[in-house]
């Protein structure tokens, strides 16, 4: 892993057309605005461990009682 | 083909209908490969069955099951990667989590399954912005109650 220190209004750039810019430095936090393809999904990487669990649950269940899903689904 | 699937047992199913999750699903990025099975006509809801893994099985609605009006934007990313030219041709499933007591069940609103239905190609999107739940009851509180 690169490790690089910035200060407010300096950039990274990544490939031909990635920036990263950190717009502002706070005691514990840092806004950093990314200038990116479309093409490219940017999220906080939370997001995607929070997806990541709730898939695992979702397709852990051992047994189902299909009428009864069916009778929830249909209300 | 015959499939292992984790609530039927073995079935007959037609792999031209086979759809490739080019990434897998989030927790499970190395199977790509799963079939929408239809449990009974007129019930809308699917098994999303993973075709190497036969523990490997979601439950999927139709998002306009939960909310009458899921309007979301599907992502340039996502347009690119399943090959999508028209709207029309995407078709959207959420996935249910379904707890011990199953009146508490929910659909992540978050992350949709979006499927292109002319080339089978389909992803988990997740969406960037905060409008949906990634646990929404599909019960409302006043239907649990009783």
């Known amino acids: 892993m690169l490790v690089l220190t910035r ?49 695992i649950k979702s397709a852990a269940p051992g047994r189902i009682d299909i009428d009864a899903i069916k009778d929830i689904i249909k209300k | 083909m015959i499939i292992k699937t984790k609530f039927f047992n073995e079935i007959e199913y037609d792999e031209s209908s086979i759809l490739d999750f080019i990434d897998g699903i989030p927790g499970f990025n190395e199977l790509k490969k799963y079939a929408l099975i239809n449990p009974e006509d007129g019930l809308d809801f699917r098994y999303l069955q993973s075709v190497d893994n036969q523990n490997v099985c979601f439950i999927v609605i139709p998002p306009a099951l939960i909310v009458g009006n899921y309007d979301i934007e599907i992502s340039d990313a996502a347009e690119k990667k399943l090959e999508i030219t028209k709207p029309e041709d995407a078709e959207l499933y959420v996935i249910l989590t379904i707890p011990e007591d199953i009146r508490l069940m929910t659909a992540n609103l978050k992350a949709p399954v979006i499927i292109n239905t002319k080339n089978k190609k389909a992803i988990q999107e997740i969406l960037e912005d905060d409008t949906y739940s990634l646990r929404e009851r599909v019960l409302k509180e006043s239907d649990v109650s009783c």
């Open chain 1, 7 to 55: 200060k407010s209004n300096e950039s990274i750039l990544i490939g031909d057309d990635i920036e990263i810019i950190i717009v502002e430095t706070g005691d514990d936090k840092v806004k950093i605005g990314i200038n990116a393809p479309k093409s490219l999904k940017i999220f906080r990487k939370e997001l995607l461990e929070q997806v990541e669990e709730e898939n």
